[in-house]
């Protein structure tokens, strides 16, 4: 089960791989697993323990692969099953386990169960695994004109979309079905037994391939109320509603445990995973998911929300692990869906919808200090208690990519919303490998031939950020989060920490810039997220530091492992 009471995931350091961006190694632009797995050395050398690998399943890519068509494959233009195989043995050589990407609220409307709906009759069984319902009739007269609730899309306008009937009874337009993200995602039906029962199968086939775990999109929404009623009045993201913490994701939840549990560890000491994702406004809104029996873990989204502030952070740490108590919550401050962190700790309020627009609106300015930010950021990410997630690239400090042109943008946001939300591609540019040539060394080809330009285009300066660049330097971010990990292994008071002490112990004022706490045995961190210089607290060494640390005082914008 563990090892000596300790189970891996509780302290693990995962690794999100957002595959089309990661590395390319077919020469086409797009990254793909022989990529990935070309570059697990340099992921062993940094020192993570997993990596999850967002969707890399048949999909049109309408929303970067969140759309599949098919959950039990490999999409041709990222490999073959035989490089998921070979990925995964690959990874577990390194010590590194493979969790995935489970998509269980939608698939995508090419999906062969959403063409059968599709080409079905109103009130076939075939549509009752989705959420097809009637239009509402307006003004006008009956007809069916107006979508069935006023439920939003959470990528702008309506959440329902109108078909054309052609089923031989009815020629025309026709019912609605809902997909609370874009039109080409269709909401599954989870009252209907065919769709847990598919997800089972899905569970146990890419369990009996071997990986260690499953990430779960949007697990605070796959059940929707079945009477499908019109939301009244604000709609905060912590209460439960018509399609967020319904109470019957529990059950469900606690079903998929027992598939995890029931599984023998493959390779490696330990039980298999779950991590869900959940957003929320409040961390008590995670305490349903956490009850003994249900997910292992769900994300803890409290260090991207905080503001960069000592007080925020510190109300943030303390409610995540008030509830969490760290090791069931993974701590992170980056993911494929929000502003990197290198750019976002240029404004001071933390991440919302709008972030992305003020990024552009601020052109350059700032741009040292968020970089610096993030640096301090990453030393309090893996110095907190339990787990914590890195998103691809922010061990090199990548910003994010605000110039990425009209043209060349991906995101369903960007197009629902008519432009008004930029989206998530500026976080998603492929990774810079090399300091020159095309594409900075993302895609590699056989000698002599020319690899296409990324699938995104990258900045003309990205090169500095490259892996190349950057492990020539001893100060460079990689550098410094490799440093960090090894630490964090080797530290009796880091990770999990030691049994039976205090998660952690807040030191100083809680007022004023220093962010400082004490884990036992023997380590502070100091993270100064104020304007001003502020006294090193007391301490035996300097374990690691994110800038320049001199005289005793810590600058602005900086972070300290101490050890005491
Ligand atoms: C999750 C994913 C996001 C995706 C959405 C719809 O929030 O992280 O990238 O767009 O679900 O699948």
Redesign the pocket.
Known sequence: MSDGGHVWWEDAVGYEVYPRSFADADGDGVGDLPGLRSRLGYLADLGVDAIWLTPFYPSPLA??G?DVSDYCAVDPLLGTMADFDALVSGAAARQIRVIIDL?P??CSSAHPLFRAALAAAPGSDERARFIFRDGRDNEQGPGGGQPPNNWPSQFGGSAWTRVTEADGHHQGPGQWYLHL?DTS?PDWNWHHPDVPALFEDVIRFWLDRGVAGLRV??AHGIVKDPGLPDLTGPQPLNAPSAYRHRPELQPLFRSWRAILDSYPAEGFPGPRTAVG?VWYDVPETLAPYLRSGGLPQVFNFQLILAGWRAAEFRTAIDSALAVTGGSRAPWVIGT??VARPASRYRLDEGFTPQTVSRLIALGDRNAEAGARRARAAALVLLALPGSAYIYQGEELGLPEVTGIPDDARQDPRFFRTKGEFPGRDGCRVPLPWSAAGTGFGFSRTGQGSCPAEPWLPQPADWGRYSVESQLADEHSTVNLYRSALRLRRDHPALGRGAPGRDALRWLGPDEGGLLCFAREPGFVLAANLGPAPVPLPAHRDVLLASGPVAGGSLPPDTAVWLGT
Request: hydrophobic content about 25%; glycine content about 8%; proline content about 0%.
């Open positions: 929303d970067g969140y998509v609220n939608h993200f995602q999109d949007v994702e494929h869906d």
